[in-house]
């Protein structure tokens, strides 16, 4: 009986994971291989010609430039920020510490859609801050600027999050010791503490630049769908679907889909390069 019922729940558990592989495998397949040979395949169909004037149009080419603008600016300044952050919270004791750890968290819960409206409160018409603006001729919302600041709100917490863990899981042992041995906070830094979170900053900064360029949300709050001005390329893609300009808005959707092939090949290359030098100093 015994023999029989453990026979079983060996069985059994030769197909759990070979079930729980098989569901994966059809998620994905489902959510995001579909998806992206569906983009290809129609992005080509009417021949590279029609491809390559969709995404050389000057609309096309201004959304890209005003997507990289954000997204550059986004991660270095998030960059900056995450590791000031990270450093701070994991290494010194100070009054409000638990409430700048809750403020960072803020982007992930707040909808972009709300984040997008919070900055038209801010520096739109009805804001105090507008007769500042007007008055020395800066204008944030319905412009470049209101782009990247938003892009910069719904980003900043993916370097902080990703650094504060490792910080706080190496510990300050070392640093501590190498600041009783006379080495200032920046050589600390350099040498010990930065070494140890490379490859969760890189990996950070990866998933920074993925989310800066697909923001869709509060940028198409912000910016007005001025078409050459404000629109990036997911504004600029939706412009075209809802003109039925079908094979464009695919062709440049392909833009936008070469990115994230890109930047999960970066992803993954961290992933390994990181995994496999921990290995090496566990041998």
């Known amino acids: 009986m015994n023999s029989g019922k453990y026979a079983m729940n060996a069985e059994t558990s030769k197909w759990i994971p070979r079930i729980l592989i098989l569901i994966s495998f059809l998620?994905?397949?489902l959510m995001l291989v579909t998806p992206l040979t569906v983009i290809m395949t129609e992005a080509f169909r009417a021949g590279l010609k029609s491809y390559w004037r969709a995404v050389s149009d000057p609309y096309a080419l201004k959304a890209l430039q005003l997507t990289l603008l954000a997204a550059t600016t986004a991660v270095v300044l998030n960059t900056a920020f995450g590791l000031t952050a990270a450093w701070a919270i994991t290494r010194f004791s100070f009054k409000g510490k638990g409430?700048?750890?809750?403020?960072?968290?803020?982007?992930?819960?707040?909808?972009?859609?709300?984040a997008g409206l919070i900055f038209i409160l801010t520096f739109g018409r009805l804001s105090w801050l507008h007769p500042?603006?007007?008055a020395h001729d800066l204008k944030v919302v319905f412009a470049a600027p209101g782009i990247v600041i938003v892009t910069l709100f719904v980003t900043f917490p993916f370097v902080a999050r990703e650094i504060i863990p490792v910080l706080e899981a190496r510990g300050t042992d070392e640093e501590q010791a190498a600041a009783l041995m006379g080495a200032g906070l920046f050589a600390i830094f350099r040498r010990i503490t930065f070494p140890h979170i490379r490859w969760a900053l890189l990996y950070s900064v990866i998933l920074c630049a993925a989310r800066a360029i697909g923001e869709f949300g509060a940028v198409s709050v912000v910016s007005g769908h001025l078409r050459g001005k404000t629109n990036t390329l997911p504004l600029h893609v939706e412009i075209l679907y809802n003109e039925y300009q079908f094979n464009a808005a695919f062709a440049v959707s392909s833009l936008l889909a070469f990115a994230a092939i890109g930047i999960l090949t970066a992803r993954n290359i961290v992933e390994f390069t990181a995994k496999k030098e921990e290995e090496g100093h566990v041998r």
């Open 99 to 114: 409430l700048i750890t809750t403020l960072i968290d803020i982007p992930f819960a707040v909808s972009p859609i709300i």
């Open 132 to 134: 500042f603006l007007s």
């Open 27 to 29: 998620f994905i397949l």
